[in-house]
T-cell receptor
Framework: DTGVSQNPRHKITKRGQNVTFRCDPISEHNRLYWYRQTLGQGPEFLTYFQNEAQLEKSRLLSDRFSAERPKGSFSTLEIQRTEQGDSAMYLC??????????????FGAGSRLTVL | KNEVEQSPQNLTAQEGEFITINCSYSVGISALHWLQQHPGGGIVSLFMLSSGKKKHGRLIATINIQEKHSSLHITASHPRDSAVYICAGEGSNFGNEKLTFGTGTRLTIIP
């Protein structure tokens, strides 16, 4: 397992189009997080899953955003009717506890969205 | 007001200086993460703390749960340490285990 994988790495789309990002977490990790990061800012929480259950969704997430983790493994983040303000880096992270009790948090490289 | 505050927002220092970055949080947490992000790079986890102190190479992280405060120290700083350092709190008194991020501290080490 090489870490958290995100696809695509970069997506350029026209305003009004739908986009979908995929995150493949580390297989043993039961928690998966989606964050959004704009230039010069820290990551902003969007949503997170424990296994397949979506436990929290940020108020930042309008009705145009939806996330799923159907089998408790990979997750998708879909943005419908994209707007220019959606342009950002979308980060996925996963975490889980090792046998030692240490909590390991790992981020993917991110998916950069540019809405024209 | 952000639940996780970092200071300073920007820090410039000469190579070799001892660096301290502070993180304060206003909610109860179960753990605090220190993360590093190089310009144009991904986020790398440095430490996860729930109490006390951890050390890895030239990096030291401490946390005081009662005072809701954590610090990241870098000894003998080097230009390659230039990056954004972010603290993130995990969990709350209400059992919420999402991560809440600070806005980051941009560190620049001058040779």
């Amino acid at each position: 397992d090489t870490g958290v994988s995100q696809n695509p790495r970069h997506k350029i789309t026209k305003r009004g189009q739908n986009v979908t990002f995929r995150c493949d977490p580390i297989s043993e990790h039961n928690r998966l997080y989606w964050y959004r990061q704009t230039l010069g800012q820290g990551p902003e929480f969007l949503t997170y899953f424990q296994n397949e259950a979506q436990l929290e969704k940020s108020r930042l997430l309008s009705d145009r955003f939806s996330a799923e983790r159907p089998k408790g493994s990979f997750s998708t983040l879909e943005i419908q009717r994209t707007e220019q303000g959606d342009s950002a880096m979308y980060l996925c992270a996963s975490s889980g506890y090792l046998e030692t009790g240490a909590n390991v948090l790992t981020f993917g490289a991110g998916s950069r969205l540019t809405v024209l | 007001k952000n639940e996780v505050e970092q200071s300073p927002q920007n820090l410039t220092a000469q190579e070799g200086e001892f660096i301290t970055i502070n993180c304060s949080y206003s909610v109860g947490i179960s753990a605090l993460h220190w993360l590093q992000q190089h310009p144009g790079g991904g986020i790398v986890s440095l430490f996860m703390l729930s109490s006390g102190k951890k050390k890895h190479g030239r990096l030291i992280a401490t946390i005081n749960i009662q005072e809701k405060h954590s610090s990241l120290h870098i000894t003998a700083s080097h230009p390659r340490d230039s990056a954004v350092y972010i603290c993130a709190g995990e969990g709350s008194n209400f059992g919420n285990e999402k991560l809440t991020f600070g806005t980051g501290t941009r560190l620049t080490i001058i040779p």
